[in-house]
């Protein structure tokens, strides 16, 4: 019982607002997204939305006022990437992958102590780009033909999130976020017939998509004391 008693009652503790409110004393955070893991939009007539573990690849911006902090966040991704689609004919694509999202928003602690939960929402623009080969294959599992494709999304995003941060010391925050992100955007696809026919297809539209973002792990600097 001692041992189940102990952890719930340093948690407790540390929970508490017997701490220096860390967030306030400070004008601005700058952070480093260390890790995530994420969602992608879906690409062509991929069967599943793929999902990319990625290494510091976006930074934020946060402008603390009170209980409430305004962000400006941005993430990139430039990454080889192959998936099957359309298992009728299975069509096995391949190629680079170039995304990019800006967001800004508002993050609400719900206290100040050194172990702070707090929720977040983000609005902004996402770029989407894959150029790549789509070899089409057979049920006899031979390649009967193949495409140069390009598919292009960008758009606009909403994202609402739930995240705790760690605060060793005043001045660094340890955070990890999870959500999911909201999409509606433009497409635009093309593919090239790489045959002596090098036929064009083009097609055009709109698509909605909900994009999970399980997690992401970064590192917050606070600075500008107000004191």
Known sequence: MKQILLP??????????????????????????????????QIADQDQQKYLTN??????????????????SGNFIHNNI????????????????????ISIGFEKN???ARIQP?????????YNR?????NSINLQRKIYATDALETIKDGFTAAPAFGIKIN??????????????YCISYLHTQTISQDLSATLTQTTGHKQEILFKPI????????GNKD
């Open 8 to 41: 719930c009652c340093l948690f407790m503790f540390l929970s508490t607002n017997t701490f220096s409110q860390v967030n306030p004393k400070y004008n601005f955070t700058i952070g480093l997204i260390g890790f995530s893991y994420l969602q992608l939009p």
């Open 130 to 134: 894959f150029s790549g080969i789509q």
């Open 118 to 126: 707090y929720f977040a929402f983000d609005a902004g623009y996402r």
């Open 55 to 72: 290494y510091f690849s976006g930074a934020l911006l946060k402008l603390n006022d009170h209980q409430i902090s305004y962000r400006l």
């Open 82 to 101: 192959n998936f099957q689609s359309d298992c009728t004919n299975c069509n096995l694509d391949n190629g680079r992958i170039t995304d990019y999202n």
């Open 110 to 112: 719900l206290n100040y």
């Open 216 to 223: 992401t792990i970064g590192i917050q600097f606070h600075l």
């Open 168 to 181: 060793p010391i005043d001045e660094i925050s340890i955070f990890a976020e999870g959500g999911f992100q």
